[in-house]
């Protein structure tokens, strides 16, 4: 979440920037993103307000305009250190024939990151996806998006699942993570980090079966997880405890690291009014434990109806079923959160029986509090439905974790020769 300033910047330039989690993050390891291009234009008004010195390319750089306008932004101040991004990959996971992965329609948004990375030739190149794909065609699909990466040998890549809860975040969030560097210097290794998540499954295995956790399970990690002074490792509670109270006024103090590194810079939390809940949302949620969902719930509450009011598809049964495990799940205040994702009611708040606000999401995902989420006019060509809210909701749940971006933006500025930086969550924790 902390911001540089002062220091030797790299050129970088974000593909498919969404909001800019990415470019967030790699601006804390002292990037300056020159450009940057996605086809959203509510996320392109939110990268343009947080990075005024980029270039915002709106449009699909499949067309030859965005593509034009994207290479001139991206070399008009000399050489280009970094492309980053995360093109979206939609048919990987039904390939057969992995050698000609690139020839499928579907997957043109990443032929167009290969084909800019054969055409910029930067020093260093960041690309990442869903952690699935290190599974599809039995590793098949990855080692091919290596060899693409490599143009032949030009690049040194490789490529690992890290998990932003691992790196200062506080959620469960693997991603897939490719890195790569001109062939002539080092490869770095992917950043470490403290090994938290699996700690904390192996913590909650052992509870289901009612082992005694204490003294299992890395201690040292379930201490650091604790004690709010180490931003290395976040709870629920520790990212969102000062805005217990929705507004636009903090409700405390700052009680943890984490909260004193979010609000630098803000003196007030932006998009903090959580979406309306329906009665018997409340009345379930007033019923359901921290870090509970429809399983803990009574059976005249787990009716499907509590009311005349009817809503959601119909015919749907009479209880609660599996399908609606998601829909009722609340936050644990010692725990990380699950993986945010585009909905306003992914979960629900650990102590107060409310959905989250959107700034509440994105502390869950590691923005500081002076990154504004906005939109673009209303009926601008190319917006999607749901309305502004829905849209900012949307673009914080797509968005790349900016710590975990910071980490990686780290090693590749060490590769490239820069000094290392003394800050974040880990300078934060010593």
């Known amino acids: 979440m902390l911001r540089q300033a002062a220091l030797p910047r790299l050129r970088a330039v974000d593909l ?3 909001a800019g989690g990415m470019s967030e993050g790699l601006r804390s390891a002292g990037f300056h993103i020159v450009a940057a291009a996605d086809h959203d234009p509510d996320a392109c008004a939110t990268f343009g307000a947080n990075f005024p010195g980029a270039a915002v390319i709106e449009g699909d750089l499949t067309s030859a305009a965005a593509n034009e306008e994207l ?9 280009l250190d970094l492309l980053a991004g995360g093109p979206p990959c939609q048919a990987f996971s039904q390939v057969r024939n992995h050698d000609r992965l690139l ?3 579907r997957n043109r948004l990443y032929r167009e990151f290969v084909r800019l990375l054969s055409e910029l030739r930067p020093q260093c190149l ?5 952690p699935g794909l290190m599974q599809v065609g039995g590793g098949a699909v990855r ?10 040998g030009a690049y040194r890549v490789s490529s690992a699942v890290l998990d932003a809860g691992d790196f200062g975040v506080p959620q469960c969030r693997p991603r897939l993570i490719f890195i790569g560097i001109r062939e002539e ?17 192996l913590a909650r295995s052992r509870a289901r079966r009612g082992y005694h956790v204490a003294g299992e399970a890395r201690p040292d990690l379930l201490g650091a997880l604790a004690d709010p002074g180490d931003a290395r490792s976040v709870t629920c509670a520790q990212a969102l405890s000062d805005l217990l109270e929705p507004g636009g006024a903090y409700s ?16 007030s939390p932006q998009d903090h009014e959580p979406s309306r809940i329906r009665e018997d949302t409340r009345l379930r949620l007033e019923a359901i434990p921290p870090g509970g969902n429809i399983y803990d719930l009574p059976p005249e509450l787990a009716r499907r109806y509590l009311s005349e009011k009817r809503w959601g598809p119909a015919g749907d049964g009479e209880q609660l079923s599996r399908r609606h495990y998601y829909a009722y799940r609340r936050l644990h205040p010692a725990w990380l959160a699950w993986t945010v ?10 102590a107060v029986p409310r959905g989250l606000s959107v700034r509440e999401a994105a502390r869950l995902q590691g923005f500081p509090d002076s990154f504004a989420f906005t939109t673009a006019p209303r009926g601008t060509p190319g917006q999607l439905p749901g309305g502004a809210r829905h849209s900012c909701y949307r673009q914080a749940g797509n968005a790349v974790p900016p710590p975990l971006a910071a980490a990686v933006g780290e090693v590749l500025r060490s590769a490239l020769g820069q000094p290392a930086l003394s800050s974040g969550p880990a300078a934060l924790a010593a």
């Open 126 to 130: 960041l690309l990442e996806n869903v």
């Open 143 to 152: 080692w091919q998006i290596e060899e693409d990466l490599s143009l032949g």
């Open 71 to 79: 290479v001139a932004a991206a070399t008009a101040g000399g050489k």
């Open 16 to 18: 498919f920037c969404g």
């Open 185 to 201: 210097l080092e490869l770095p290794p992917h950043p470490e980090g403290i090994g938290l998540v699996g700690a904390l499954r």
């Open 252 to 267: 405390s103090p700052p009680r943890s690291a984490y909260q004193e590194l979010a609000r630098r810079g803000s003196d």
């Open 103 to 105: 020839e499928d329609p």
């Open 341 to 350: 994702n585009t909905k306003a009611d992914f979960a629900y708040h650990y």
